[in-house]
């Protein structure tokens, strides 16, 4: 799946671009008919220590699933919001199983 992914605010090294595309490879074994996904990462000027970004948007055949989240780190960011979309993509896919 091609994850466009962009980093506001900041340049993001390979290693976290590299990890936020493969976590987001995994939601296909969840729901196989993604059209694409948009990753935005943002680093926010704030004085908390929670001031990373991480929203995402994936596109399926007519529906689109926007998730964000807030947290110390992108990584934690990104763990929590897959897991997000993934319980959205089953719950959708049973939808579609339902009425067929």
């Avoid at 929203?55 to 699933?65: K, L, T």
């Amino acid at each position: 799946m091609k994850v466009n992914t962009q980093a506001v605010n900041f340049n993001a090294n390979p290693e976290l671009l590299n990890f936020v595309q493969e976590r987001m490879n995994k939601l296909e074994t969840y729901f196989d008919k993604v059209i694409k996904s948009d990753v935005f990462l943002k680093v926010e000027n704030t004085t908390g220590k929670e001031n990373k970004v991480f929203e995402a948007r994936v596109s399926v055949p007519g529906d689109s699933f926007v998730v964000k989240k807030q947290c110390k780190s992108f990584e934690e960011g990104a763990d929590s919001a897959i897991a997000s979309l993934e319980r959205q993509l089953k719950k959708r896919k049973e939808k579609l199983r339902a009425h067929l």
